[in-house]
Nanobody
Framework: QVQLVESGGGVVQAGGSLRLSCAAS????????MGWYRQTPGKQRELVAG???????VYADSVKGRFTISSLNAKNTMYLQMNSLKTEDTAVYYC???????????????WGQGTQVTVSS
């Protein structure tokens, strides 16, 4: 089992920056993939960025060049640095982890509780 706890959400003006953190605990040695997803009311959860245990990354087209995903301490902690934020980035952001093969669109079995990011105009 893997437990995930997000932090770092909040309210920021358009053009500003935020950094989200995800602390993983439990069977972290078995994690192969981690990612950030976001969801707005009435829409499906979508991939924002993902990172593999080998350090490969993937980004949604809408955040490329603005967001950076990283991890430290052998998968203990994952970050999402969000720069040049836009109002359309407003969503609940979820940390995700997987111990098996995944498709990025769906993510793995383990989810955090979510953290709200609100970008004001």
């Amino acid at each position: 089992q893997v437990q995930l706890v997000e932090s770092g959400g909040g309210v920021v003006q358009a053009g500003g920056s935020l950094r989200l953190s995800c602390a993983a605990s439990g069977s972290i040695f078995s994690i192969n993939y981690m990612g950030w997803y976001r969801q707005t009311p009435g829409k499906q959860r979508e991939l924002v960025a993902g990172i593999t245990s080998g350090g490969s990354t993937v980004y949604a087209d809408s955040v490329k060049g603005r967001f950076t995903i990283s991890s430290l301490n052998a998968k203990n902690t994952m970050y999402l640095q969000m720069n040049s934020l836009k109002t359309e980035d407003t969503a609940v952001y979820y940390c995700n982890a997987a111990t098996a093969m995944i498709t990025w669109s769906k993510g793995g079995d383990y989810w955090g509780q979510g953290t709200q990011v609100t970008v004001s105009s």
